[in-house]
Antibody, heavy 121, light 107 residues
Framework: QVHLVESGGGVVQPGRSLRLSCAASGFTFSNYGMHWVRQAPGKGLEWVAVISYDGSNKYYVDSVKGRFSISRDNSKNTLYLQVSSLRTEDTAVYYCARDMEMVTITGPDYWGQGTLVTVSS | DIQMTQSPSTLSASVGDRVTITCRAS??????LAWYQQKPGKAPKLLIYKASRLESGVPSRFSGSGSGTEFTLTISSLQPDDFATYYC?????????FGQGTKVDIK
């Protein structure tokens, strides 16, 4: 079955960077777009970014444009999110999620368990 | 950006109740809407996609309806496992946005 495991979270100072990873298994990773969604403590869900199945298309929410970069390595079945110039308001659980359709981009279906990023001095 | 507004924010109900949650989009999103259920400390779970299509494995007491700007999620007979927070999300155009969530708790 579909399995997504995020890693790379931790405590980081404002202005620093992290790279989040999401290891995928149980499906043909290279056929699906992939999303990152985050959730600040006690708050709702915020869609962050999506990458197409082949990495050729990437879209971001305005609040992270120029600071975050989504990428993927289909040979390693792994999704990444490079988060830079971190701000305290980026503190959240970051979820990776598979798109519900092959090849096209729609919305997420299966989600990982999340990795917590805490931005604090 | 398209804004998604859910109502109510909190809903108190009893087992067996019929529950309806509304989601309104700030502009037409056709039927490009999904509903998710989230329990504390867990990842969201997809319930409904394309406004009214039931995800495989989701109990039939869940149903979705609507198109354009107004959508509803209905639980026909609330079960103990259904106490959770529910989110709508559009996927009509970027950025995809979620509603603020509706918490369903025990009356």
């Amino acid at each position: 079955q579909v399995h997504l495991v995020e890693s790379g979270g931790g405590v980081v100072q404002p202005g620093r960077s992290l790279r989040l990873s999401c290891a995928a298994s149980g499906f043909t990773f290279s056929n699906y777009g992939m999303h990152w969604v985050r959730q600040a403590p006690g708050k709702g869900l915020e869609w962050v970014a999506v990458i197409s199945y082949d990495g050729s298309n990437k879209y971001y929410v305005d609040s992270v444009k120029g600071r975050f970069s989504i990428s993927r390595d289909n040979s390693k079945n792994t999704l990444y999110l490079q988060v830079s110039s971190l701000r305290t308001e980026d503190t959240a659980v970051y979820y990776c999620a598979r798109d519900m359709e092959m090849v096209t981009i729609t919305g997420p279906d299966y989600w990982g368990q999340g990795t917590l990023v805490t931005v604090s001095s | 950006d398209i804004q998604m507004t859910q109502s109510p924010s909190t809903l108190s109900a009893s087992v067996g109740d019929r529950v309806t949650i509304t989601c309104r989009a700030s502009q037409s999103i056709s039927s490009w809407l999904a509903w998710y259920q989230q329990k504390p400390g867990k990842a969201p779970k997809l319930l409904i996609y394309k406004a009214s299509r039931l995800e495989s494995g989701v109990p039939s007491r869940f149903s979705g309806s609507g198109s354009g700007t107004e959508f509803t999620l209905t639980i026909s007979s609330l079960q103990p496992d259904d106490f959770a927070t529910y989110y709508c999300q559009h996927y009509n155009s970027y950025p995809y946005t979620f509603g603020q969530g509706t918490k369903v708790d025990i009356k």
